[in-house]
């Protein structure tokens, strides 16, 4: 069964997380340089069974571009461009760094480890694919 993919993006780091096969938990992945982000989705889309792709989109709080946003839409294409089998989606990504950091706090993890900007932008990504496979989920009656 195909998995969904979620993207946390930055300019020297991309933060990836990946669904089970039913698509209801997100996992971490791991943490890559940005610069090799389109090689990476190119060797595990087929390989992981990707069929969606989750991308955390910045905006401020008055939902206004930040320096990111012009970036990832530039990627989302990118992505559409390369991968066009691909379902992609933006997600709004305000909080998902301060969360990061709550949850790994709450994990009880060490001030170190918990200032790892790698094992916080997985955890971002954790959320956004969370938040996604939260809407995507049938509602039982």
Request: charged letters at 25%; a positive charge.
């Amino acid at each position: 069964m195909p998995r969904a993919l979620a993207i946390d993006y930055g300019l020297a780091r991309v933060g990836l997380a990946i669904s089970d096969e039913l698509k209801i938990i997100a996992n971490p992945l791991e943490t890559i340089e940005t610069a090799g982000l389109m090689l990476y989705l190119k060797n595990n889309i087929l390989a992981q069974n990707i069929d969606t792709i989750v991308i955390g989109y910045p905006k401020d709080l008055m939902n206004r571009d930040t320096h990111l946003t012009l970036a990832v839409e530039q990627l989302f294409k990118k992505i559409q461009t390369q991968f066009p089998t691909l379902h992609l989606q933006l997600l709004d990504e305000r909080f998902t760094s301060k969360m990061a950091q709550q949850t790994l706090f709450q994990m009880g993890l060490n001030k170190k480890k918990r200032q790892d900007k790698k094992r916080i932008d997985q955890m971002s990504a954790l959320i956004l694919l969370q938040s996604f496979l939260g809407d995507i989920i049938p509602k039982s009656v």
